[in-house]
Nanobody, 116 residues
Framework: QVQLVESGGGWVQPGGSLRLSCAASGFTWDYYTIGWFRQAPGKEREAVSCISSSDGSTYYADSVKGRFIISRDNAKNTVYLQMNSLKPEDTAVYYC?????????WGQGTQVTVSS
């Protein structure tokens, strides 16, 4: 059974940093691209960043380029999202998923709130 568990969310002031983790189990980790998505109140879910399993290539939404860094630790079946220089518009529930299109399995999400 595919299981994705996000952690690391919380409240932070603008300009601050958080690191999200996505721990995976129940599937062959090495075969999957892992994506981070977010959904703010009243908005559609959007892809934030993804990392390939094959060559480690990455994708970043324009809104987070230069501020967020995605990485994966294959020994721990975990993907991280380092979020720096956070802005109020980054406030959302962040989810990880087993692809970059939003068609795979999802975690339960972790809330990130950026406010002063």
């Amino acid at each position: 059974q595919v299981q994705l568990v996000e952690s690391g969310g919380g409240w932070v002031q603008p300009g601050g940093s958080l690191r999200l983790s996505c721990a995976a189990s129940g599937f062959t980790w090495d075969y999957y691209t892992i994506g981070w998505f977010r959904q703010a109140p009243g908005k559609e879910r959007e892809a934030v960043s993804c990392i390939s399993s094959s060559d480690g290539s990455t994708y970043y939404a324009d809104s987070v380029k230069g501020r967020f860094i995605i990485s994966r630790d294959n020994a721990k079946n975990t993907v991280y999202l380092q979020m720096n220089s956070l802005k109020p518009e980054d406030t959302a529930v962040y989810y990880c998923a087993t692809d970059c299109e939003g068609l795979g399995s999802w975690g339960q999400g972790t809330q990130v709130t950026v406010s002063s």
